[in-house]
């Protein structure tokens, strides 16, 4: 199965944090699943850090290599999934462009987004959500 790891995810599996469901974990830990995150995450992390709205319990390169050596893949922004943005309709409710960049990745990628995020389920018509 091919996964794409909302940024959550990420940062809860690295951390081994409780929030993360043992459905998510194990769907991350099967060497038989493709697991991939998005770039757009990666950024998504570096601003928040920035902005002390999360707290890393390392330093953000190891962070990093923490992701890298769980298996997860870091997926480029294609022009595919930019292309897949633009098509993606605008819902009021949920303007986050992180969020919606991963969702056009995953549907272009035709992958399964692993996420707690609620927001997502507007978007189950188009992706598979996981958690």
């Known amino acids: 199965m091919k996964v794409l790891l909302d940024t959550h995810t990420v940062l ?3 951390n081994g944090d409780s929030q993360i469901s043992v459905k998510a974990k194990r769907i991350i830990e099967d ?15 570096s ?10 319990r390392k330093p953000l390169a190891e962070v990093f290599d923490d992701i890298r050596s ?7 922004i294609h022009n595919k999934h930019l292309l ?18 991963i969702i056009s990745t995953a549907i ?10 609620k927001q997502f389920d507007h978007y ?5 959500i996981l958690w």
Do not use: C
């Not at 272009?108 to 995020?117: G, K, L, M």
């Open 12 to 14: 809860w599996f690295i």
């Open 70 to 76: 769980a298996g997860i893949a870091i997926l480029p």
């Open 84 to 101: 897949e943005y633009q098509n993606l309709s605008l819902n009021v409710e949920h303007r986050d462009p992180f969020d919606r960049l």
């Open 31 to 45: 060497k038989g699943n493709e697991v991939l995150m998005s770039a757009i995450s990666l950024f998504e992390i």
């Open 47 to 56: 601003i928040k850090l920035k902005l002390t709205k999360i707290i890393l």
């Open 124 to 128: 189950q018509s188009l992706v598979e």
């Open 108 to 117: 272009s990628e035709q992958a399964a987004i692993v996420s707690v995020d």
